[in-house]
């Protein structure tokens, strides 16, 4: 059986990766997990089923590699049954799979959602755990005891450390618990690299395209397929009751429309917590702001907002300038700021 480190060196040798002390630090916790979960049940009508493994809980700073890790351990499980989703993804199918369960007048929804998603897997990959739904935070600690009593195994990244998980949240003392419980299942390893990969293959590359036509859409494009190849699928987060979407995620990134993002009635907490999902945003076809346009306008700004406040880092495809985008109407003076904003997060090195 290949560890993990064998894995990771010959990539290493290949070229494909540079080495990283902290990132060869949480090598062998993926492989305890696999060497455990690899091990064969002992048979006999006495034997009693082997305790599973501790998960995982690796969190640590955008671009340290961590969803990179996960990946190339999920990738070598064998027949393990396992799942790799992102975590706002998991939490929409369990939302979507409680109502259905009610609708059998059901008293308690968890139990028998819990017990499907044990019944289909071992191993639970998830990327990016952060909780920013009040809705969430009431379901996610029963729900993981549950999975946790029927042995499934956790394995998750996170930007935050658990004690910050739903920071500052509504009622957020009745999620405490649950990341003590994250604390008892899963060891909890910081990966604390100096380096940010992701600004590394990002530096020196336009991240502001106009005028809006077929040469931008084609850097976009060129922007998104160097981050994120064929991959992405679309990331429904769940605000306050309502389904954000963004249409391509992956890792990380995501890439939206300016119509899918302003376009549509959202607001100031949905921009914090798409802001809060992303680490990187291509935003497409940004038009010529004005009169005719004045809520889009306004969402606009209240998005920049919430990017710069969280120091995503934007690449996106626009009409104008910033300067001269937003010409005519009410709104042209507080526009100044965004302009400002967009002129320094066009930086090399901003998100750093």
């Known amino acids: 059986m290949t560890s993990l480190r064998e894995t990771y060196d010959s990539l290493i040798a290949a070229g494909t990766l540079h080495a990283d002390p902290a990132q060869e630090s949480v090598l062998p916790e993926f492989d305890r997990i696999r060497a455990v979960l690899l ?3 002992k048979k006999g009508l006495f034997r009693k089923a082997p305790e599973p493994p501790k998960g995982l809980y690796l969190w640590g700073g955008v671009g340290r590699g961590k969803s990179m ?3 190339m351990f999920v990738e070598h499980l064998d027949d393990i049954p396992a799942r790799r989703v992102h975590f706002h993804a998991f939490m929409q199918e369990i939302h979507a799979a ?3 369960a009610r609708k059998t007048g059901v008293d308690d929804a968890i139990a028998p959602v819990a017990a499907d998603v044990a019944a289909s897997v071992r191993l639970l990959a998830f990327d990016e755990m952060q909780i920013t739904d009040i809705t969430d935070a009431m379901i996610v600690g029963r729900l993981f005891q ?6 499934v195994v956790v394995v998750t ?3 935050r450390l658990p004690d910050d998980l739903y920071k500052n949240g509504l009622n957020r003392d009745l999620f405490v618990p649950f990341i003590e419980l994250i604390k008892d299942k899963m060891v909890v390893h910081e990966l604390a690299s100096p380096k940010d990969y992701r600004q590394d293959r ?5 991240v502001y395209f106009t005028p809006v036509n077929a040469d931008a859409r084609a850097a976009m494009d060129a922007v998104w397929n160097d981050l ?6 679309p990331l429904v987060l769940r605000v306050k009751g309502r ?3 963004i249409p391509r995620y992956h890792n990380g990134m995501g890439r939206a429309r300016f119509h899918d993002l302003c376009g549509t009635p959202l607001g100031p907490a949905d921009y914090l917590a798409l802001a809060d999902a992303v680490r990187v945003l291509l935003l497409d076809g940004i038009p010529s702001l004005g009169r005719s346009n004045f809520n889009e306008a306004k969402r606009f700004v209240t998005l920049i907002d919430a990017l710069y406040e969280a120091r995503v880092r934007l690449i996106c495809s626009a009409a104008a300038q910033p300067e001269m985008l937003y010409l005519e109407g009410e709104g042209t003076f507080e526009f100044e700021r965004t302009a400002s904003r967009l002129r320094e997060m066009q930086a090399e090195g901003w998100g750093v």
């Open 39 to 41: 091990t064969p049940a």
């Open 69 to 71: 890790l996960m990946d």
């Open 98 to 100: 409680m109502h259905e």
């Open 146 to 151: 549950a999975l946790f009593a029927a042995g």
């Open 157 to 159: 990244t996170s930007n």
């Open 202 to 206: 990002l530096a020196g590359t336009q």
């Open 228 to 233: 994120a190849g064929d991959a992405g699928a």
């Open 243 to 245: 389904d954000v979407e």
